[in-house]
């Protein structure tokens, strides 16, 4: 293999790269490698795990998926996001690996491509997109390839697992960057409304027309155009919006005039538009026409190692410092959480607030926290049991007279105190 012209092509990629042997040496790298890592590269020496992640051994045998590993498995390209240690700190990487054969087929090394994901991080950072699981790790590979291109994204995911936060990060890092983020909030618009919020009007198209406006699409030119809770755009007006997007072309309300648009369509939803289809309630053609690139959210309870790094990043936001004690931060782990990264974000605020030390223990916590949730396969309370529980809580702290309870409980006083009885309780007042 001649290495000059290696270096000569590696040379020619503007984004970090190197060419790698079998033994994870680094052939050749470009200045862009150069000038992302802390550490001097010696080529025929230098060790890639040892460059990007200052290991002694390769990455699948210090508990991370390896691309190599990946390209000798299954002999194709490989890629994965990592946690590279570069001059700017702990960042993560979207790692492209190509397997490269000569004429014969035989396997000559490797060719890596960097990209740096300036939009996620694993450590408290403001503005970022925080995690680190592996459900966080794939969600990011894929807004990464959706954002160099084109593509309609379609953001799947439930209320508060951060759909905006990735519209916006799909935005960032595309080419369209320096032009407008536009958000379109669909829940709630009357058809008449939507209208002429999405496309602008002519003076006179109304009454209240005083003037022509300018739509949302208009304000978008050149940028991207953010559908939030597309699942609410009511059919009559879906099929405007399949027009819009297949044609790229609208006209104002009241006007005759035709305009050409141009926007990078991305949507959101936190409802299952493909249930809707079947019901009826979402043109399909429609739903085909947005989810050229489907991106599932994984809700926080499937990305429960993620719980004590984001509640450390949002105590990083609040004036004071304060942090979580060792017992508050496994409560908060079992949590199930049905309003997501928001939820968390509420319950980290209120506790920071109530905590009258600089730690937050459990009892600062809103109660629903330490409530018993049902896990799929946990082992279910039976009913007299929950019962019996529930009553024991509420008795502890209960002021009033066992007649406020039963009022309360929505029970006879006869049937509370048969019920208090039966378990050894008794109420205080
Ligand atoms: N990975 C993350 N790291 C840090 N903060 C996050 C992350 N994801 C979401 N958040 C925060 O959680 C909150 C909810 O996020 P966002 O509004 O993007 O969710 P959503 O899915 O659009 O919610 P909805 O469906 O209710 O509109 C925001 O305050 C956002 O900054």
Do not use: W
Request: glycine share 6%.
């Amino acid at each position: 293999m001649n290495i000059s012209i290696v270096q000569a092509m590696i040379d020619a990629i503007d984004k970090p790269a190197i060419f790698i042997n079998h033994q994870y040496v680094i052939e050749a790298v470009n200045q862009p490698y150069r000038n992302t890592y802390p550490v001097d590269i010696i080529p025929g020496k230098s060790q890639c795990f040892k460059v990007s992640h200052g290991n002694t051994k390769p990455c699948d045998q210090c508990g991370e998926s390896c691309p190599i590993q990946q390209c000798k498995d299954t002999g194709r390209t490989a890629s994965v996001v990592h946690i590279h240690t570069t001059k700017s700190g702990q960042s993560y990487c979207d790692i492209l690996m190509r397997p490269v054969h000569d004429a014969n087929g035989d396997l000559l090394g490797y060719l890596e491509i960097l990209d740096k994901l300036a939009f996620a991080s694993n450590y408290p950072t403001k503005g970022k997109m925080i995690g680190e699981s592996a459900a966080f790790k794939a969600m990011l590979n894929k807004i990464n390839r959706a954002a160099k291109s084109d593509i309609a994204v379609l953001l799947q995911g439930e209320t508060g697992t951060g759909k905006e936060l990735v519209s916006h990060a799909l935005h960032t890092s595309s080419h369209r960057a320096e032009k407008p983020f536009v958000v379109i909030e669909c829940t709630g618009l009357a058809d008449t409304l939507f209208e002429s919020e999405l496309f602008g009007y002519e003076k006179g198209a109304f009454t209240g027309a005083q003037s022509n406006k300018k739509g949302l699409v208009d304000a978008a030119q050149g940028g991207t155009l953010f559908f939030d809770e597309i699942g609410d755009v009511p059919l009559t007006m879906q099929v405007k919006l399949l027009r819009l997007f297949e044609t790229q072309t609208y006209r104002p309300v009241g006007s005759v005039q035709v305009k050409k648009a141009d926007f990078r369509l991305v949507c959101a939803s936190h409802k299952d538009l493909k249930s809707l289809v079947e019901k009826g309630e979402f043109r399909q053609d429609l739903y085909y026409r947005i989810a050229g690139f489907p991106i599932h959210l994984p809700p926080l309870r499937e990305r429960q190692s993620d719980i004590e790094l984001l509640c450390s990043h949002m105590l990083h936001e609040l004036p004071s410092k304060k942090r979580l004690h060792k017992s508050t931060i496994e409560m908060l782990t079992n949590y199930t959480y049905p309003g997501n990264i928001r939820e968390l974000k509420n319950i980290v605020e209120q506790a920071y607030l109530l905590a009258d030390e600089n730690v937050i223990y459990p009892t600062d916590l809103p109660e629903l926290v330490s409530e018993p949730t049902v896990h799929t396969n946990e082992r279910v309370l039976t009913l007299e049991a929950a019962e019996a529980k529930y009553l024991e809580k509420v008795v502890a702290k209960h002021e009033g007279s066992i007649d406020t309870l039963a009022n309360a409980l929505g029970v006879s006083q006869r049937t509370l105190y048969r019920k208090l009885q039966s378990l050894g309780l008794k109420v205080k007042g």
